[in-house]
């Protein structure tokens, strides 16, 4: 009943649909990959549950494939890709996104191209994160994505 002002600096997000984007961080990865010497394959670890729109930093540990099923409608997956600074000595890996297993972004990341921005048309029911060995093997190979969301279309 009280109007109520916020400063721009105040406002960490505005959600105008909800029914028009689903964070990634909310959907639970149907399966987890690895090679065969990765005795332990680590989850993904979202950061923070609580975040504005549900929009938690996601982290993943390399070499690793996630897949995730797409939610009905699903048009394009968006996020920011960094490799963290505490893993640039050695961290360096190729990260692959795929829907339905169609290649649809590849990227190296490592100390000289520590972050890439994701912006890929889907056209399936699976997404897949992947990342590959790069030159100095499995170590510090870890990508935090943020803000990742999947943007749904109309549904006919």
């Given at each position: 009943?009280?109007?109520t002002?916020?400063?721009?600096s105040?406002?960490?997000?505005?959600l105008?649909?909800?029914?028009?984007m689903v964070p990634?961080?909310?959907?639970?990865p149907t399966?987890?990959?690895?090679?065969?010497?990765?005795?332990?394959?680590?989850k993904?670890?979202?950061?923070?549950?609580?975040?504005?729109?549900g929009l938690?930093a996601?982290?993943?540990?390399?070499p690793?494939?996630?897949?995730y099923?797409?939610?009905?409608g699903?048009?394009?997956?968006?996020?920011?890709?960094?490799l963290p600074?505490s893993?640039w000595?050695?961290?360096?890996?190729?990260l692959?996104i795929r829907?339905n297993?169609n290649e649809?972004l590849r990227?190296?990341?490592?100390a000289?191209?520590?972050?890439?921005?994701?912006?890929?048309?889907?056209n399936g029911r699976?997404?897949?994160?992947e990342?590959?060995?790069?030159?100095n093997g499995p170590?510090?190979?870890?990508?935090?994505?943020?803000?990742?969301m999947l943007?749904i279309?109309?549904?006919h």
């Amino acid at each position: 009943t009280q109007p109520t002002r916020a400063g721009l600096s105040q406002i960490a997000a505005i959600l105008l649909d909800p029914k028009g984007m689903v964070p990634l961080a909310a959907l639970p990865p149907t399966r987890i990959e690895g090679p065969a010497s990765r005795y332990i394959l680590p989850k993904p670890v979202v950061a923070d549950p609580e975040a504005p729109l549900g929009l938690s930093a996601i982290e993943y540990q390399g070499p690793l494939v996630t897949r995730y099923t797409l939610p009905v409608g699903a048009q394009r997956f968006t996020a920011e890709a960094e490799l963290p600074q505490s893993a640039w000595q050695w961290g360096d890996y190729e990260l692959v996104i795929r829907s339905n297993d169609n290649e649809v972004l590849r990227t190296r990341l490592n100390a000289a191209k520590p972050s890439a921005t994701i912006n890929v048309s889907l056209n399936g029911r699976e997404l897949t994160i992947e990342l590959t060995e790069g030159a100095n093997g499995p170590i510090q190979d870890r990508l935090i994505l943020t803000r990742s969301m999947l943007l749904i279309g109309p549904v006919h």
